[in-house]
């Protein structure tokens, strides 16, 4: 049994608690987050106890009580905090993107594997199953030679603790942020990347707008253009693969298996429309039991720290790119380690 | 009024021939087409005369003309008719580069013709359903777009660079950059582009994505890869994502469609929305009838677009971002 203590219990505090809580040979056996409220319902929820910070978990807790923590903490807080759990030798889960800088990226890397702990992140989109598979048919051959990849996602502007989302030097935008989902993704399905070219609405435009368009030259030759969007009202991604012999096309809005929608109250409440696609097993629960696996019997994960410093170094890339306003090369010196 | 139909090269000739036919007052007064075979075929198909030699129809006292020539072939087409004092509907891209363009424009202008480029786009109700909403405020101001114009791959001429200047760059880029410039009001600063050749069998570009800023710190990007398979419902695609500072807007010009399944043909897509090819030449034609000093879709309009495209080529090459000054 490996016993998870989740730090934040923010939007994806909740999602992870409540993977653990129901994932056999795990136990959530807390939940920090200095909003003290927020951590009790949470806890209250999924059966475990609550604390106000890291530190009251783990003097409460003892060390020897945790396997794993789990840090669910806005971006700029993740460095800290899994330096902290490495500090007492625990293995540590971290939500992406893994830093907000290059630097804080490697040093944490760098620093678990110092300490003998393993440190695995949350690039979720690799267990979402529709990803799942369209990679599998490219990797199948079943569109041929790929060339002209679109993929895409988003929706309204987040709303986080202390709006650290619209705090630029935090969260790092929506390209950051979320299309980072996209650049892993694309880079397990394509390989190493040669060129990044972005443009974006941060600096352009003062209101609670983002919205930015990526275009990535991979060093197989495929070309890849990316959306992110917290412009536009209501989640949904999309994924196109246009390659020699056929096309996978993929949009959650366009096919979305339930639509619950809300009856107008006599012309003055709107109705709304709540699309769901249920899974017996959410891409977060997937995503963590993989984790605890790779944590049992010590394989590689699916996605590596390794990745996901990749990952970040072209969301970074696109941001250095829509500063410049010239395309920004990946710099191919760096030794590549990849999972697969 | 007088049209004629310089050459059937370009599949867009047939339409946009059906579509004079369709217009009270306007006689087609003849096919030109140095390929006999295919000139004759449309010749007897319309009821009209065929010409081999497009200076033989441009001595039949035409008020207009279209053109409807490989790529290469549309400054020799438009300077004949030009000289001959015929308004000119030419298709797009309106050249291959921009000195025969510019051309093409101080021809027709130093001869009192009107100079049209064919930009059918502009006439889908859909996209002037969208232009309008536009122009209403309805978005505030506009901050970015992102604009596909996809389509299969056409082959014949225009997978030769020597009758078409070049591939998908060339042939998709200039219908959403025209519809880009044209709701917005502005003129795009500089591009960036990726562009090769990964799809067909035939050494030319048929991938590429470009990122343009407009004068006004608008960005958008455009898809106008020949990425469609033979199996895709339908030719291809036209849409524009419009984010501006009070709302967004999606345009899906090909839309007005029925899914169709059949065992002989498998899934398709069938159209059923307006024509645009129709109002495209009706509205050349009003222009001649009423006299307009200018075409409303222009020759310059064309050239801009084109510009666009031939920038994303150098983008491409050099790696780097290209400004239109440069051009
Ligand atoms: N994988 C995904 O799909 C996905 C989705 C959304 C967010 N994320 C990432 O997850 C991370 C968290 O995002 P979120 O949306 O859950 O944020 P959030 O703002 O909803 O939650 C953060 C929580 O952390 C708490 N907190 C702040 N400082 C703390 C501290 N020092 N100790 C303990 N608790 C503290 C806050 O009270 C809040 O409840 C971010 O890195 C984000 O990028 C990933």
Same mark, same amino acid.
């Given at each position: 049994m490996l016993q998870v203590l989740v730090i934040g219990a923010g939007t994806m505090g909740r999602a992870h608690a409540a993977a653990y809580a129901s994932m056999?040979?795990?136990?959530?056996i807390g939940i920090a987050d200095i909003r003290m409220e927020q951590a009790q319902q949470l806890a209250e929820k999924c059966g475990t106890r609550a604390y106000p910070s890291f530190e009251d978990a783990v003097s409460d807790l003892?060390?020897?009580? @945790?396997n794993v923590i789990d840090v669910c903490l806005p971006t700029p807080l993740h460095k800290n905090y899994v330096v902290m759990a490495a500090d007492i030798g625990k293995h540590v889960i971290c939500e992406?993107?893994?830093?907000?800088s290059e630097e804080d990226a490697r040093f944490m890397i760098d620093y678990c594997q110092e300490k003998g702990v393993r440190l695995f992140v949350g690039h979720v989109l690799r267990f979402f199953p529709e990803y799942v598979k369209a990679k599998s048919i490219l990797d199948q051959g079943g569109i041929g030679k790929p060339a002209v990849i679109r993929a895409g996602r988003g929706g309204g502007y987040p709303i986080g603790w202390n709006h650290w989302y619209s705090d630029f030097g935090a969260s790092g935008g929506i390209t950051l942020d979320a299309m980072i989902h996209d650049f892993d993704y694309l880079r397990w399905c394509?390989?190493?990347?040669?060129r990044v070219y972005a443009k974006g609405l941060h600096g352009r435009h003062q209101a609670q707008l983002d919205y930015a368009l990526v275009t990535l030259r991979f060093r197989s030759g495929v070309i890849a253009h990316v959306e992110g969007t917290w412009a536009h009202e209501g989640f949904s991604m999309n994924l196109e693969m246009a390659g020699t012999k056929g096309i996978i096309d993929y949009d959650s809005a366009k096919d979305s298996p339930i639509l619950f929608k809300t009856r107008s109250n006599a012309a003055t409440i709107p109705g709304v429309a709540v699309p769901e696609s249920p899974l017996a097993r959410s891409p977060y629960y997937r995503e963590l039991e993989h984790f605890m696996s790779c944590i049992r019997d010590g394989s590689e994960p699916l996605v590596s720290a390794e990745d996901a410093y990749e990952a970040l170094r072209i969301a970074l890339a696109a941001l250095a790119s829509m500063d410049s306003g010239e395309p920004v090369l990946i710099d191919n010196t760096t030794p590549v380690i990849t999972s697969t | 009024m007088k049209i004629g139909v310089i050459s059937?090269?370009?599949?867009?000739a047939f339409s946009y021939t059906k579509a004079l036919l369709e217009i009270?007052?306007?006689?087609?007064t003849g096919i030109a087409d140095p390929v006999e075979e295919r000139g004759r075929k449309y010749a007897e198909h319309f009821g009209t005369v065929y010409y081999q030699d497009y200076r033989e129809l441009l001595k039949?006292?035409?008020?207009g003309v279209i053109v409807t020539s490989e790529n290469v072939h549309h400054k020799e087409h438009v300077l004949a008719a030009a000289k001959a004092g015929v308004h000119v509907l030419c298709?797009?891209?309106?050249?291959?580069n921009i000195q025969d363009a510019q051309a093409m424009i101080d021809a027709c202008k130093a001869n009192g013709v009107l100079l049209q480029t064919a930009f059918p786009v502009r006439y889908n109700t859909t996209v002037v359903r969208a232009k309008q909403m536009i122009d209403e405020g309805k978005l505030g101001r506009i901050l970015a777009m992102k604009g596909t114009n996809r389509g299969r791959n056409p082959g014949g001429w225009f997978v030769d660079p020597e009758l078409s200047g070049g591939g998908a760059v060339i042939d998709h880029t200039v219908h959403v950059a025209d519809i880009m410039r044209w709701i917005t009001g502005t003129e795009v600063k500089d591009v960036y582009a990726e562009v090769d050749?990964?799809?067909?069998?035939?050494? @030319?570009?048929?991938s590429g994505i470009l990122t343009m800023e407009f004068d006004n710190g608008v960005f958008a990007t455009l898809d106008c890869s =020949?990425?469609?398979?033979?199996?895709?419902?339908? =030719?291809g695609d036209v849409t524009l994502e419009i984010i501006g500072s009070e709302g967004t807007l999606s345009i899906d010009?090909?839309?007005?469609?029925l899914h169709v399944y059949t065992d002989e043909s498998g899934y398709r897509h069938h159209a059923w929305g307006d024509g645009m090819d129709a109002s495209l030449v009706r509205d050349f034609v009003s222009s001649i009838s009423s006299g307009?000093?200018?075409?409303?879709?222009t020759g310059e309009d064309g050239l801009r677009a084109l510009a666009i495209a031939l920038a994303a080529y150098q983008s491409s090459e050099g790696h780097r971002t290209v400004a239109m000054a440069e051009l």
């Open positions: 056999p040979g795990a136990q959530l003892g060390t020897e009580r @945790i992406k993107p893994l830093a907000r394509f390989g190493e990347v040669e | 059937f090269a370009h599949m867009h009270e007052g306007v006689e087609l039949q006292g035409l008020n298709e797009k891209p309106l050249s291959t050749h990964l799809i067909s069998e035939n050494p @030319i570009d048929d =020949w990425s469609r398979n033979k199996e895709f419902p339908t =030719w010009a090909t839309s007005q469609k307009a000093a200018e075409a409303s879709v």
